[in-house]
T-cell receptor
């Protein structure tokens, strides 16, 4: 069964600190893995997207890693800011038999950054 | 990137009534999707809106409850029919343009409360 599990479920950190969010998946056949940031009351916004051959990708203070062998990904946030408070969602896409993509969403990590 | 305008942004509706949510994209896109995000949960795909043909529904979602239209490549509607309090949720439109890669974009969502 295709699944995406994220940890921790929630996290509270102080402003300026770093943190790492985890994503484990059992999705086949794997196409790509994305990290989204979702502010409260808003739609998700893409942070990174990685294919099978990519190990790491950065977007400003956000760095995502992917280990396709262990089927794990992480999102590292450096020097956190208050505006980083949001839910972070890991999404893995699989290529279906009909040639269309299917997206499997993790339940997200709710990050709260305190001043 | 694609800019998505989704409306209404929120609504409070009486049980038994129906609400139609609109999704307008600023460019022609290949794929349009409708998601539901229940409180504290991640996104669940309702259906893929197909241009010129009937939508493709995921398990647990039916056309009578969630009729979808997609008259062209830039516009789609989702109707939540005969609403009950269990339909209270955030409904999100998402688009993906395979011609531009595999990036997916989300609307800001419609927060529906059924009383």
């Amino acid at each position: 069964k295709n699944q995406v599990e994220q940890s921790p479920q929630s996290l509270i950190i102080l402003e300026g600190k770093n943190c790492t969010l985890q994503c484990n998946y059992t999705v086949s056949p794997f196409s790509n893995l994305r990290w989204y940031k979702q502010d409260t009351g808003r739609g998700p916004v893409s942070l990174t997207i990685m294919t099978f051959s990519e190990n790491t990708k950065s977007n400003g203070r956000y760095t995502a890693t992917l280990d396709a062998d262990t089927k794990q990904s992480s999102l590292h946030i450096t020097a956190s800011q208050l505006s980083d408070s949001a839910s972070y969602i890991c999404v893995v896409s699989a290529l279906g038999p009909s040639g269309t993509y299917k997206y499997i969403f993790g339940t997200g990590t709710r990050l709260k950054v305190l001043a | 990137s694609a800019v998505i305008s989704q409306k209404p942004s929120r609504d409070i509706c009486q049980r038994g009534t129906s609400l139609t949510i609109q999704c307008q994209v600023d460019s022609q896109v290949t794929m349009m999707f409708w998601y539901r995000q229940q409180p504290g949960q991640s996104l669940t795909l309702i259906a893929t809106a197909n241009q010129g043909s009937e939508a493709t529904y995921e398990s647990g979602f039916v056309i009578d409850k969630f009729p979808i239209s997609r008259p062209n490549l830039t516009f789609s509607t989702l109707t939540v029919s005969n609403m009950s309090p269990e339909d209270s949720s955030i409904y999100l439109c998402s688009v993906e343009d395979l011609r531009g890669g595999t990036e997916a974009f989300f609307g800001q969502g419609t927060r529906l409360t059924v009383v």
